[in-house]
């Protein structure tokens, strides 16, 4: 399997420059059927690169170790599951399985198109295997994963993939991401087409809605169990460190939440026009980045990969990209005017705007404070660098302005609303919102960013239950119980009450983060018998435990968890030692409660004597909570029209 | 046109407020970022400052003074720095380990309040694996 897997990783390669030839010539020569033969190409691509991929997958499964990427990255006694999870792993698989997904969304974006008789398929077509042409040129002659050992090198047993890998966020994670990251090359493979061919209408945007808002829930979706596993894995009791590669995946997640909200200026009003195509030409240059800051340690980071030779290719890619791209821009500029202006400060444009600019603030604050030791240390020589203090500083004030705005959207009316009328329909929400702001700060002791995030989220549920609970009487009043009368409200602007989902979940995981600032961490060593208390939280050492499992060793403790006196729960935290790999892991245990949740870390353990870390972290579990309903919210809103009008 | 002579200035103004307030958003939170080597030749400016230290850890210099206190020598080459941390230490600490500690420097060693342990055998340098541990409550 091992020169199936190469062979095919070759042909499809030469497949891929093959099809990027034949559009460009096809579209020069006018030739149709040149243009049908580059499509196929692609198509052959994406099987071709299955097999390679079931190939990779193949020789891990049957422990292959004359292979370098298996013998490093798995092991006889890896789990199955953790064997197949082992495809990305590592650098060259994980490149490898990027290039599959590639070309499985490129054939399939061009496979619904292949009907409609649309200008811009030859052009996206291009792009796609350009793209697809790029990696592949690193999966074959960069970073191959079908590479063998020296003949005279004889590994009996792999390594064994990373145990801090070894966990089911971690086994999905990376794929999520990926559909995220390469979801954006449909909408920006026709945003080139749409600037090479200057149909600059909406045609290329409505032919991408849907995979735009498909990638960003997989985007979004790969995050967050990012931060699920940073939390349970890390064992810092975080789920965001503000590290480069964290940030490398949030940076092309604002550029694309702006996006999927201007687009739809564009589509109503014939606005943006500009604006939208800059806006996924960055989108998708950014999650290159993003895979170019992960893979080429330009940025010293904890996750960072091995630095290599790679790095360059990626630069002069994103540079391509971007000389044409603005060469594009600065022969349509003309065609690219808007037929229409903003109308009034006042209106859902204006707020579209302004969503806008704060998220590409947050973007622009996250990747200098990124790129800042990169920058310095080409400028001054010397590399400085932010932590989370200055993430932390700079984006919270503009996360609660972004809240600020998101709770009021749904009061602005297109072209415009009269300051009268915005007063009239804001007056009640933002008193509520005003006087529970008030009481916290003179009545409690609740942080004022807190207090404030609590004031917004109150805000944005009343203004959306208010919208909503006018729309369900508009229906009750034609006869419909208040339950199919919300069915219809919804079913009717599936797109609309999607997103008020969404944001709601947005507002949830607000108030999840800004449990962070009553967290609670306490460090100590206890004996057997002995307490430690935290708060109200008295945690008991019950008993030590020591035994082995097939690949590690493990040290262990029970601890009993008293709030006042009653006990609500047993911690069982482990420490792990992975002898092949001469490496620990720690397994945390978590007491999750909608209040807070309780972590408890096993440092180490000799005799009798147990170091352990234990936190309280409230509300955290209302991210995770949050972040679901956006799923489900983004879920309604691009649920295909016909399946659902069916139903009733 | 007046009407779009207005817009523009907002948004102006708005960016330019947005971009102040990022740009300012560095000061006082920097952090040198040096190797072990570059130390000696600053210690007069980084004394007393917030450093980040890469290297790597010293064969047989980790003494823990108990499990959540330790000290060790963070080397490069022939050059190394001694650092003492408080807390529990990411899995990958061990001798050899690449390492990233963040602390204080008072011209002598480092106060270290985290280390970030990268992998130390070759092998690995390509391995996706992060490790951080004990950031403190600010951060």
């Known amino acids: ?648 | 046109m007046n009407q779009k002579v207005k817009v523009a200035a907002g948004i102006i103004v708005i960016v330019m407020a947005l971009g102040y307030w990022v740009f300012q958003g560095v000061a006082g939170n920097e952090i040198y970022y040096l190797t072990v080597s570059e130390l000696p030749t600053r210690k007069a400016d980084l004394t007393d400052q917030r450093v980040k230290i890469g290297g790597v850890v010293q064969t047989g210099s980790i003494h823990f003074l108990n499990p959540l206190n330790v000290e060790f020598l963070l080397a490069q080459g022939e050059a190394s720095v001694p650092v003492k941390y408080q807390g529990t230490t990411p899995d990958m600490f061990k001798d050899e380990s690449e390492l990233i500690v963040e602390g204080t420097f008072d011209g002598e060693m480092i106060h270290a309040d985290l280390l970030i342990a990268k992998c130390a055998s070759k092998y690995e340098t390509e391995h996706v694996h992060s490790d951080s541990t004990a950031r403190k409550k600010e951060a």
């Open chain 1, 1 to 648: 399997m091992i020169q199936i897997g190469t062979l095919t990783m070759q042909t499809a390669f030469a497949l891929a420059g093959l099809g990027l030839l034949l559009e460009a010539l096809g579209i020069w020569q006018r030739r149709n059927d040149l243009i049908s033969i580059g499509i196929r190409a692609i198509y052959a691509v994406f099987f071709l690169l299955l097999i390679s991929n079931i190939a990779l997958v193949y020789e891990l499964m049957r422990d292959n170790f004359r292979l370098e990427y298996i013998a490093s990255y798995s092991s006889k006694d890896t789990p199955p599951l953790y064997k197949f999870t082992a495809l990305w792993g590592g650098q060259a698989g994980s490149l490898l399985f990027w290039s599959l997904t590639l070309a499985s969304f490129s054939a399939a974006a061009l496979w619904m198109a292949r009907k409609r008789d649309n200008t811009l398929v030859p052009y996206a077509a291009a792009i796609f295997a350009f793209v697809i042409f790029f990696f592949l040129l690193m999966n074959n002659f960069y970073t191959n994963p079908f590479e063998l050992l020296p003949p005279d090198v004889f590994v009996p047993d792999g390594r064994g993939l990373n145990p801090l890998l070894q966990n089911i966020g971690m086994a999905i994670h990376p794929p999520l991401l990926y559909i995220g990251y390469i979801g954006f090359v449909v909408p920006f493979a026709f945003a080139m087409a749409a600037l090479f061919t200057g149909r600059l209408d909406n045609l290329w945007l409505n032919s991408t809605r849907n995979w735009t808002l498909f990638s960003w829930l997989f985007l979004t979706a790969g995050i967050v169990i990012g931060m699920a596993w940073a939390y349970v894995e890390l064992g810092w009791g975080g789920y965001w460190g503000w590290d480069p590669v964290e940030n490398a995946s949030l940076i092309p997640w604002l550029t694309a939440t702006a996006y999927i909200h201007s687009v739809i200026i564009q589509q109503k009003k014939d606005m943006f026009k500009i604006w939208n195509l800059v806006l996924i030409i960055l989108t998708f240059l950014l999650t290159i980045l993003g895979t170019f800051i992960t893979r080429s340690g330009l940025i010293s980071s904890v996750h960072a990969f091995g630095e290599s030779e790679i790095g360059y290719l990626f630069l002069k890619f994103m540079g391509i990209i971007t000389v044409v791209s603005l060469a594009f821009f600065l022969i349509n500029l003309k065609k690219l005017k808007s037929s229409r202006h903003l109308e009034s400060p006042l209106s859902r444009e204006s707020s579209f705007l302004l969503n806008n600019i704060i998220l590409l603030a947050m973007a622009f604050a996250v990747l200098y404070g990124t790129l800042l030791p990169t920058f310095t240390e080409l400028l001054h020589g010397a590399k400085i660098t932010v932590g989370p203090p200055f993430f932390n500083k700079i984006n919270i004030p503009i996360g609660l302005a972004l809240l600020a705005l998101m709770a009021y959207a749904p009061l602005f009316a297109w072209r415009r609303i009269s300051v009268n009328g915005f007063i009239r329909k804001a007056l009640i929400p933002t008193a509520a919102s005003l006087i529970l702001l008030l009481v916290l700060l003179i009545f409690t002791e609740v942080p004022f960013y807190a207090a404030l995030t609590f004031a917004l989220s109150l805000l944005t549920f009343a203004v959306i239950s208010v919208e909503i609970g006018k729309g369900v009487h508009v229906w009750m009043v034609q006869g419909l119980s208040w339950t199919s009368a919300l069915l219809t409200l919804v079913g009717r602007n599936r797109r609309r009450y999607g997103a008020f989902l969404v944001h709601v979940g947005v507002v949830l995981m607000y108030i999840g983060f800004s449990g962070a600032v009553w967290n609670e961490e306490m460090e100590g060593a206890v004996k057997v018998g002995e307490s430690l208390s935290v708060n109200e939280y008295r945690m008991t050492f019950v008993e030590p435990m020591v035994f082995n499992r097939a690949d590690h060793n493990v040290k262990s403790g029970r601890f009993i968890v008293e709030k006042a006196g009653k006990m609500i729960g047993t911690l069982i935290p482990e420490k792990r030692f992975y002898p092949k790999l001469n490496q620990y892991n720690s397994d945390v245990s978590v007491i999750t409660r909608l209040s807070r949740d309780i972590y408890l870390v096993l440092a180490d353990l000799k005799g009798e004597t147990a170091s352990v870390k234990i936190l309280i972290n409230p509300l955290v579990l209302w991210i995770w909570i949050g972040s679901g309903l956006m799923a489900i919210g983004t879920t309604i809103a691009i649920w295909p029209r016909r399946r659902q009008s069916g139903k009733e």
